[in-house]
């Protein structure tokens, strides 16, 4: 295996913050906070610059939830963490050594139910918080429905480091001796034709015809939905994680500093001044433009340029499809970072039913754009909430897309319209009943108190 899941005899811990984005800007570089935190992180995931949580050595979870520094969580285990992903709903899963995995309950860690004791886990990602793929040692490979673990029937014996989906059956994983599975929702099978023999660390994917691999000597691969081509690549050195905003806007991180950046066209290295080498081993971008790089050496960095990532709403509440809302509801839009107050206005955010406007008072706080109808809504009847481009961050970028929802309110009283009554659904993970908490306001109660 790599450096990335070797613990050496000593140990530092590092958290490199970046303020990242496309084009020349000026740059800066400050220290970030992470108290007396010796281990290594090995991984690092987040759902905005306020909420954001790392794993590493001896079961270390840190959390951010300032976009300043950094707090423990009590994970539970001991045993070494090398993968954390999570999603909106609220949902952290952990796993690592052993085949320990953890997952967030209110503020605090418990074990779940793991397949394998004998297995590492070095990578995870998820569809949704009910199709979670786990790939690790030895080829094996797991999978959460939401309820239990079980696992997969894997074809290789090669450990496998890194895995993404475009989808829950478009998954591909990557790992030793230039190996790559594709999960196409039934099974996972060996890609042929892969252009390499190198290990291959970490990937990533802008869509299901943009994927990206990189690992052992610098070696960078991509797929274009047919095809695995090698692409030229600005070092030799061990190429271990790898992030994106957009396919003109990628990132991969390794040892000895290693941090280089591709635009769509090329790949150029990011010098890092640090005054004594270091390996990265994971990384994790937010729609702000920052850039989180988690490894060794103690250190944490924050590394400014101009933001000019386009911001994408990442969850609603109600959801799309969703039946037997309220007719008092109130429709929130969640945003991956600060927005700009004034641009969130009764023009760029508007809730119809057919071709006829809804009146209401648009409000903006916390990330959450809120639609309060002036009246109630009308039982049993479709309505359609959006978010236009209008809708710009501080820095000036408008949403990369209009974004809507579609919705259906409960029936008249008396009727049945098999929703269950419109009954918010409870999330039974984290004990909450309150719909809009856990949607669109994942971080709250998330944090162990500082009381």
């Known amino acids: 295996m790599k450096s990335r899941y070797s613990i050496p005899l000593c140990t530092l811990a590092l958290v490199l913050v970046i303020h990242a984005s496309t084009g020349t800007a000026a740059v800066s570089w400050q220290i970030m906070d992470t108290g007396y935190v010796t281990n290594d992180l090995y991984a690092v995931w987040g759902i905005a610059d306020d909420d954001i949580l790392s794993a590493g050595e001896d079961g270390i979870i840190l959390y951010c939830n300032d976009g300043t520094s950094w707090g423990e969580y009590d994970s539970g285990t001991i045993q070494h963490l090398y993968a954390i992903w999570g999603d909106i709903s609220g949902i952290v899963i952990a796993a690592g050594e052993a ?46 429905d939401g309820t239990s673990w079980e696992t997969l029937s894997s074809p290789m014996g090669f450990n496998l480091t890194g895995v993404w989906g475009s989808d829950a059956e478009n998954v591909f994983a990557v790992g030793e001796a230039g190996t790559i599975l594709h999960y196409d929702g039934y099974m996972w099978e060996e890609v042929a034709g892969v252009p390499t023999i190198s290990d291959l660390n970490a990937i990533w994917g802008s869509s299901a015809s943009d994927i ?28 271990t994680c790898l992030w994106g905003s957009a396919d003109d806007d990628i990132f991969a991180a390794g040892e000895l500093n290693t941090l280089i950046h591709y635009d769509g066209d090329t790949w150029e290295t990011i010098g890092i001044p640090l005054a004594v080498l270091t390996d990265i081993h994971a990384i994790w ?21 101009d933001d000019h990532i386009q911001p994408e709403v990442i969850a609603t ?21 600060t927005m700009d107050r004034e641009t969130i206005n009764t023009s760029t955010l508007t809730l119809t039913s057919g071709a006829a406007a809804v009146p209401g008072e648009v409000t903006y706080s916390g990330r959450v754009a809120t639609f309060t109808p002036d009246d109630n809504l009308d039982y049993a ?6 978010v236009s481009t209008g809708a710009r961050d501080l820095s000036g970028n408008a949403l990369r897309q209009a974004f809507s929802v579609t919705f259906t309110t409960e029936a008249t009283p008396g009727e049945d319209d098999d929703s269950g009554g419109g009954c918010f659904l409870q999330s039974a993970r984290h004990g909450r009943d309150d719909h809009q908490r856990s949607r669109v306001n994942p971080e709250a109660a998330r944090y162990p108190s500082t009381s």
């Open 317 to 337: 509440d109600p959801e799309q499809g969703e039946t037997g809302v309220p007719t008092s509801t109130q429709i929130r839009f969640l945003l991956p970072e």
């Open 212 to 239: 990206y691999a990189v690992g052992e000597a610098g070696t960078i691969l991509h797929y274009d939905g047919s095809t695995w081509e090698s692409m030229a690549g600005p070092t030799v050195l061990d190429l």
């Open 285 to 305: 971008g937010s729609s702000s433009g920052r850039l989180y790089l988690a490894g060794d050496t103690g250190i944490t960095l924050l590394y400014e340029r």
């Open 99 to 144: 085949g320990r995995i953890v997952s967030l309950e209110g503020p605090v860690f418990s074990p779940m139910q793991s397949p394998t004791s004998a297995f590492d886990i070095y990578g995870l990602w998820g569809a949704s918080d009910s199709e979670v793929f786990g790939v690790g040692q030895n080829g094996y490979a797991l999978f959460f």
């Open 381 to 386: 009847t479709q309505y359609t909430a959006t």
